[in-house]
C-alpha cells in the first residue's frame, strides 16, 4: 500500500507537469495585442522575446499595448520591424482639444540602461516659457548673434510652432518654441519654466505624383530599438529548421527555442526537447516502479483477482 502511495505520489509531481508543459509550449508566446503585431524582440509573455526587453511591454485584456518606462505606463500606437521603432502616445502631453488650457505635465522618460533611445525624428514644442528664465528667439537670428550657444536656444520661429498639426490656431495668443532636449534632466528643468509642452514626430507617407515621398507631422514620441540579432536565434526561426520562436529561461535569462513541444537551446526540428525528454523518462520510471509493485501485489487465497490486479 505504501508503495501504491509513493508510485502515485511520483506521477503526480513529476509525469503529469511535464506533459501539462509539453502541451502548453505551442501557444505559450502571443503574436499580437489587439491589431499591432508582436515580433522578436518583444514579448508580452514572460520568457518570449529578448530578455533586452523583458516586461516592457503590457498586454490588457481588451488588447490595449502599453510601452513600461521609469515615468509611467504609455498606449502604443504602433510597432515598426522594417524601420525599428514604437510611436507612443503621451496622455499627459499638450493636444489640440487643450487649446490654451495647459494642463499640469510630467516629463516623459526612459531609462538609458536599455536598448531604447528617443527617436532624432521627434521635436518638443513648449509653451508659455519665461523669457526670464529661457532664450525664447527665432533661432536664425539668435545664431547670428550668439552662435557659440546655437543649441541653448528655443526657437520661436519654428516651422510647427506656427504649423500646428492639426489645430493651427488652437493656442490663440500664447507662445510657442521648438527645442530638442539632450536628456531627462534639461527637459524637467524646461518645464519647471514652460506651461506645457508636447512632442511632434515626422513620419513618412506614401508616393504621390511628382514627390516621391512625404514628410508628415503627427503628434507623439518616437522612440528607436535594436534588433539583438544572434545565429542560434535566426536558426530557431527558420522554416526549415522548425519555425521556432525565440525566447529565454526566465530564471537565467539564457536563450531558448520554443517549440509546439517544449524548450530547445537550438532549433526545432530533428531535436527532442529537455521537457519532452524529461516526460519520457518520467513515464519510464512510473512503469519501471508499477512492474516492481505489481511483482510482491498482495494475493487472495493464492488467486490474483480483478478486485486486486494492477494490470
Same mark, same amino acid.
Given at each position: ?94 493636444? !489640440?482639444? /487643450? ?8 516629463? =516623459?522618460?526612459?531609462? $538609458? @540602461?536599455?536598448? *531604447?533611445? #528617443? ?116 536558426? !530557431?526561426? /527558420? ?8 525566447? =529565454?529561461?526566465?530564471? $537565467? @535569462?539564457?536563450? *531558448?527555442? #520554443? ?53
Amino acid at each position: 500500500m505504501d508503495s501504491m502511495i509513493c508510485l502515485c505520489s511520483f506521477i503526480i509531481l513529476f509525469i503529469f507537469p511535464s506533459l501539462s508543459l509539453i502541451e502548453a509550449q505551442a501557444s505559450l508566446c502571443r503574436s499580437s495585442c489587439g491589431d499591432i503585431p508582436i515580433n522578436y524582440p518583444f514579448g508580452i509573455d514572460d520568457g518570449c522575446g529578448n530578455p533586452y526587453y523583458r516586461h516592457m511591454l503590457a498586454c490588457s485584456d481588451p488588447g490595449k499595448l502599453e510601452l513600461r518606462t521609469p515615468s509611467g505606463r504609455y498606449p502604443v500606437r504602433s510597432i515598426s520591424y522594417f524601420n525599428p521603432h514604437i510611436l507612443v502616445i503621451d496622455p499627459f502631453m499638450w493636444n !489640440c482639444r /487643450d487649446g490654451d488650457n495647459f494642463r499640469p505635465v510630467r516629463p =516623459f522618460s526612459l531609462d $538609458t @540602461g536599455t536598448h *531604447l533611445s #528617443l527617436s532624432p525624428e521627434n521635436d518638443y514644442l513648449f509653451f508659455n516659457c519665461s523669457k526670464d528664465h529661457v532664450i525664447v528667439e527665432p533661432k536664425p537670428i539668435f545664431c547670428q548673434r550668439f552662435p557659440e550657444l546655437r543649441g541653448s536656444s528655443c526657437d520661436s520661429g519654428s516651422y510647427l510652432c506656427k504649423h500646428l498639426p492639426e489645430c493651427a490656431t488652437a493656442l490663440g495668443g500664447s507662445s510657442c518654441c521648438s527645442y530638442y532636449p539632450k536628456a531627462a534632466k534639461s527637459l524637467r528643468l524646461m518645464l519647471k519654466y514652460c506651461a506645457s509642452y508636447t512632442s511632434v514626430y515626422w513620419t513618412t507617407v506614401g508616393a504621390t505624383a511628382g514627390s516621391p515621398y512625404n514628410q508628415v507631422p503627427e503628434y507623439g514620441i518616437r522612440i528607436d530599438f535594436d534588433v539583438p540579432v544572434t545565429t542560434r536565434c535566426l536558426q !530557431c526561426q /527558420d522554416p526549415s529548421m522548425g519555425a521556432g520562436t525565440c525566447g =529565454f529561461d526566465t530564471k $537565467t @535569462g539564457n536563450f *531558448l527555442c #520554443l517549440c509546439k513541444k517544449g524548450n530547445v537551446t537550438s532549433y526545432c526540428k530533428g531535436t527532442v526537447t529537455a521537457v519532452s525528454a524529461a516526460g519520457a523518462i518520467g513515464i519510464g520510471v512510473s512503469i519501471w516502479l508499477l512492474k516492481k509493485v505489481r511483482a510482491k501485489a498482495p494475493v487472495t487465497c493464492g488467486v490474483q483477482s480483478n478486485e486486486n490486479r494492477l494490470f
